[in-house]
């Protein structure tokens, strides 16, 4: 079982940034992949970043130069710093687990899911 608790996000103008953070509990986080994935009101979860065990880091186009992730499997948590934020990038935020670490830009392959948190970008 791994349990993530996500935190960071907030309002914020465009060309702002923000610092999104997952906590998870769990040995099996640090042989995972963790991604971060958003959704839009009225819109399917999109795909965002994510991070594999071995610390390869993967983007989507849209975020690609402006978001970084991270993570720290002392601390068991990953980071999104987002930077430049636009309009665009506003939705809930969620990090998910993917124990299997395959297809990392698809939803339905993770494992476990975070309670999710607000970014708004005001124009």
């Known amino acids: 079982q791994v349990q993530l608790v996500v935190s960071g996000g907030g309002l914020v103008q465009a060309g702002g940034s923000l610092r999104l953070s997952c906590a998870a509990s769990?040995?099996?986080?640090?042989?995972?992949?963790v991604g971060w994935f958003r959704q839009a009101s009225g819109t399917e979860r999109q795909y965002v970043a994510a991070?594999?065990?071995?610390?390869?880091?993967y983007y989507a186009d849209s975020v690609q130069g402006r978001f970084t992730i991270s993570r720290d499997n002392a601390e068991n948590t990953v980071t999104l710093q987002m930077n430049s934020l636009k309009p665009e990038d506003t939705g809930v935020y969620y990090c998910?687990?993917?124990?299997?670490?395959?297809?990392?830009?698809?939803?339905?392959?993770?494992?476990?899911w975070g309670q999710g948190t607000q970014v708004t970008v005001s124009s």
């Open positions: 769990g040995r099996t986080f640090r042989r995972s992949t």
């Open positions: 998910a687990v993917d124990l299997g670490g395959t297809n990392y830009d698809n939803p339905l392959e993770y494992d476990y």
């Open positions: 991070v594999t065990w071995s610390d390869l880091a």
